[in-house]
């Protein structure tokens, strides 16, 4: 029945479990004892160090890809990464005046969702309106964090 020319046939499994094989020689070698999951980032300066740090708050993440990884995520996050470098080649005063494409107030807004969303999923929560902090984030309007509007 599954012979060659049988009733199903052979599926091709051999080359599907090489071409894996072949990735995982190849593709995830080469980042072997250089990247780590790490806790998401908790405020503006933990994104900035880190473009996995940055994702994981977009994202909403409880976790981060660090090490020698930002290349990589970049390559397939081209966008964003680009926006990442610019605002890290910014100054201080410059972040200040609103020339970042990622804001403090924006990246310290994502984290301390992110922070909240981790304590009601780790807790089986009900997401609770009543909380301040939440309800700050959920209710202000986005200019308030300094996205548009």
Known sequence: MFEPGGVLGYNGRDSFYNLIN??????????????????????????RASFGAL??????????????????????????????????????????????YFTTNYLNSRAALDLHLIYYNGANARYDLTDTLVWIILRAPPSHFGGPG
């Open 22 to 47: 072949a990735i995982v020689q190849r593709g995830y070698t080469t980042l072997e004892n250089q990247t780590w999951l790490t806790a998401a980032p908790s405020n503006a300066e933990g994104a």
């Open 55 to 100: 994702l994981s708050l977009l994202y909403l993440r409880p976790f981060a890809l660090t090490g020698n990884i930002d290349a990589a995520l970049g390559a397939v996050q081209r966008d964003l990464y680009a926006h990442w470098q610019a605002d890290n080649a910014l100054t201080a005063e410059q972040r200040v005046e609103g020339q970042a």
